[in-house]
């Protein structure tokens, strides 16, 4: 509202500093780097210092320091005496005054709960949040800002209504009333996310599989949602035999075998209509125990899952009962896609984090088997076969007792090569894993569905030990960089000497 009546409040002798400077001063109090907030705020006070009217405003919540949630303390605010004092010494000579509106305190704590949610992967209950804050009461907070700033600092409690701010806040600058023609119709509430937000944001604090992807998975789900594609027809199932192929007959056998004769199961499978985001909030059995049991009953199946989904969501539980269904021939073939796709549609921002990547890559199998259109199907046999071909690598590896993180002993193959056609390269004089990772990247904008479990499988490969790293790793650990290839590091990111995946640095095209 300030904005919005700039011209009003200049001609009754009240301006307001806009633009980076004071939140870039504000941001470097609440991160508490004393120096630089000094240096910002002198150059602050000199812009001040030509204001073309005798009042100046300044409104920066930040100025009180760092706002519990963002960060993981258990302080409220203790460096806001420190942070007045400063401020106090470099505005000397225009008298500041400092005005604290204070809120409800729950409500406030709820609201930094929020911020907790956004950008901490600690908590996922607001009890916990708040019983983790050292003995919060506000008398205590502004008591002592009135004991130590008896004629400078003044409190106000917070009030709903639309002016309410604003003209107390002028109140200090000697207007008894707002000026005549003063706007309030564009005052905008700054709010928390809606309820809703705030409980997908819990179930991913509580659920990732791994947390050090959390800020990726929270600004995903806060992005807009991404156009769905047109859904087409499903596909056959169970597909047709394969014929026989010449030179791999066996292999054509067993792929005809892979989904088994038709059956009738028992349908333990929820209704079409399940409250979906209700089967994400609850959790799992904690304690669940292997059975001795036959998979061949979908119930035992079902047995199996809760073992290995244990403290998990009920939802990523049915999930796994659905595929298990749809990797058979059975009855609820049809009703087992419905949900399938169903649950990807509506809950695969928070469920792509809680999966572990072993049910990543059998989601990713279902899409090729049962995606609704061809793009679904596409990622789907990307996907898995990306995925899988890794495994089998890894695999390898490990039999032959080498470290995933091993930095490699040269650049040049050590070995014959066993595979004709199959071209052979120097580590930094190959296009051929960053093109990978750009191919796969760029087929699963085909679909938004199906698409964020590609990325999401991308994302887990690029923070993981794997042939990808470990290239990236022994180039920049043997300082190779051939002519033609200086930015083909697996992701595009440049990896320093030594570093890890937090050391990478944007390539450029």
């Known amino acids: 509202m300030l904005t919005q009546n700039t011209g009003l409040l200049l001609s009754a002798g009240v301006s307001s500093v806009t633009g980076p400077l004071p939140s870039k001063a504000a941001m470097a109090l609440a991160g ?76 406030w704590l709820r609201s930094c709960y929020a911020q907790n949610l956004r950008y901490r992967p600690k908590f996922w209950r607001f009890e916990d949040f708040s019983d983790g804050l050292l003995d919060f009461r506000w008398e205590d907070l502004t008591d002592k800002l009135r004991e130590t700033f008896p004629d400078t600092v003044f409190v106000e409690d917070y009030r709903r209504e639309p002016e309410h701010g604003v003209t107390r806040l002028l109140s200090y600058a000697g207007f008894q009333a707002l000026p005549q023609g003063f706007d309030c119709s564009a005052m905008v509430q700054n709010v928390s996310l809606p309820a809703d937000m705030l409980r997908r944001l819990e179930r ?14 929270k600004d995903r789900l806060l992005a807009a949602p991404r156009d769905p594609v047109p859904e087409g027809r499903d596909p056959a199932w169970p597909p047709a035999p394969q014929p026989d192929v010449p030179g791999l007959s066996a292999l054509a056998r067993r792929a005809a075998e892979r989904v088994g004769e038709p059956s009738v199961v028992a349908d333990i499978l929820p209704d079409p209509d399940v409250d979906l985001a209700g089967l994400g909030a609850r959790m799992m059995p904690a304690d669940a125990e292997m059975p001795e049991a036959s998979r061949v009953d979908m119930r035992n199946q079902a047995d199996i899952l809760r073992y290995h989904f244990r403290g998990r969501s009920e939802l990523a539980w049915t999930l796994g ?14 009703k087992a896609r419905n949900l399938f796709h169903r649950i990807w549609r509506e809950e695969g921002q928070n469920l792509v984090a809680e999966l572990s990547t072993r049910w990543l890559i059998s989601t990713l199998q279902t899409f090729l088997d049962h995606g609704r259109g061809e793009a679904q199907r596409l990622i789907g046999g990307i996907g898995y076969f990306y995925a899988n071909m890794m495994k089998i690598y890894e695999g390898e590896r490990a039999i032959e ?20 056609g199959m071209d052979r390269y120097t580590l930094g004089g190959t296009d051929l894993l960053l093109n990978t990772n750009a191919l796969a990247l760029s087929y699963a904008a085909a679909d938004p569905v199906a698409g964020l479990i590609l990325e999401e499988l991308l994302l887990r490969v690029k923070h993981s030990h794997s042939v990808f790293s470990r290239n990236d790793l022994s180039r920049a650990g043997l300082g190779v960089s051939q002519p033609g290839f200086s930015n083909t590091w697996t992701f595009f990111e440049e990896v320093a000497p030594g570093g890890d995946d937090a050391a990478r640095v944007p390539g450029q095209a």
């Open 32 to 107: 508490k780097d004393f120096d630089q907030a000094k240096a910002l705020l002198t150059r602050l006070e000199h812009e001040i210092s030509r204001s073309p009217t005798p009042v100046t405003i300044l409104s920066q919540e930040d100025f009180c320091g760092e706002l519990p949630g963002r960060r993981n303390t258990a302080q409220i605010y203790p460096t806001l005496v420190k942070n007045i004092r400063i401020m106090s010494r470099i505005f000397a000579r225009h008298r500041p005054i400092f005005v604290l509106f204070r809120r409800d305190e729950e409500e």
């Open 204 to 217: 991913l604090n509580r659920f990732a599989d791994n947390p050090k992807l959390l800020p990726v998975y």
């Open 321 to 334: 009962l659905v595929i298990s269904c749809l990797r058979r021939d059975t009855q609820l073939t049809e």
């Open 401 to 420: 007792g080498l470290e995933t993180d091993a930095v490699y002993p040269g650049s040049e193959a050590q070995t014959k090569n066993g595979f004709r």
